[in-house]
């Protein structure tokens, strides 16, 4: 079993030519927020994947920092849309990335927020009554305004036919 996974260091443009092989699927889950380039990122990502894989894609979503802004009482900081720290991760346009994935021949097939509500609350509120957040959760993560809102957007994708 331990033969079942092989590690390897490169940057998401330089795996096509490192791996050498095509895969069922592709996860890429918080990353993109942390590239200097994540749509070149995306486009490199679809050669990797074989014909009928899908590409499971997460990233840091920009409405909901707008909203986190907001609800802190940081209007100045809503309005401006950057990260408060130069080393914090840079919060994505769904917009941009559904275009990039366009771009690359992908096609969204499934949208679902991740953590709509948990980072408003208050402290002990999440830990408190996990399970019933984990239900309110799951009930309203596909659901538009909530998915849209989420800390993370998570888009399941296929090539376009």
Avoid at 15 to 44: M, N, S
Avoid at 63 to 89: H, I, M, Q, S
Wanted: charged share 30%; proline share 6%; hydrophobic share 50%.
């Amino acid at each position: 079993m331990a033969d079942a996974v092989r590690l390897v260091r490169a940057a998401i443009q330089e795996l096509d030519g490192v791996l050498g092989e095509r895969f069922d699927v592709i996860t890429c889950h918080a990353v993109l927020e942390w590239l200097a380039g994540p749509a070149a990122a995306v486009a490199a990502l679809v050669p990797l994947l074989k014909p009928d894989g899908p590409l499971s894609l997460m990233f840091y979503n920009r409405n909901a920092a707008v909203l986190k802004r907001v609800l802190r009482g940081d209007f100045a900081g809503a309005l401006e849309e950057r990260p408060a720290d130069a080393a914090a991760p840079v919060p994505l346009d769904e917009r941009d990335v559904t275009r990039w994935l366009e771009e690359a021949g992908l096609t969204v097939v499934s949208k679902a927020g991740i953590r709509i509500f948990h980072d408003h609350l208050p402290e002990g509120v999440a830990r408190d009554r996990l399970d019933e957040l984990l239900a309110v959760e799951k009930e309203f993560r596909k659901r538009e305004p909530f998915a849209s809102l989420a800390q993370h957007v998570h888009l399941v994708c296929r090539r376009a036919t």
